[in-house]
């Protein structure tokens, strides 16, 4: 019985995500769990003259920390 609750309670959270997943994606979002999410791909095409997700900018700014700090 107890397996059964415990398989129960999985399921569920891993319906849960799947869903939340679901619904952003059909919202919109490109970078889900992005702080700017809902902005990011909006601000990315202003500032960068494309519709990519602007999360691929804090990984350029990361690289060019580090570059830097050489």
Same mark, same amino acid.
């Given at each position: 019985? @107890?397996?059964?609750? !415990?398989?129960?309670?999985? @399921?569920?959270?891993? *319906?849960?995500? %799947?869903?939340?997943? @679901? +619904? /952003? #994606? +059909? !919202? *919109? @979002?490109?970078? %889900? *769990?992005?702080?700017? !999410?809902? $902005?990011?791909? $909006? =601000?990315? #095409?202003? &500032? /960068?003259?494309? *519709? ?6 804090? $990984? /350029?700014?990361?690289?060019?920390? &580090? =570059? !830097?700090? =050489?």
């Amino acid at each position: 019985m @107890v397996n059964a609750v !415990a398989t129960l309670i999985l @399921v569920a959270i891993l *319906g849960a995500a %799947i869903a939340y997943i @679901v +619904r /952003q #994606k +059909r !919202a *919109g @979002v490109k970078c %889900i *769990g992005c702080p700017a !999410a809902h $902005d990011c791909a $909006d =601000r990315a #095409k202003v &500032e /960068q003259g494309h *519709g990519s997700c602007g999360c691929g900018s804090i $990984d /350029q700014m990361l690289a060019n920390m &580090e =570059r !830097a700090a =050489r």
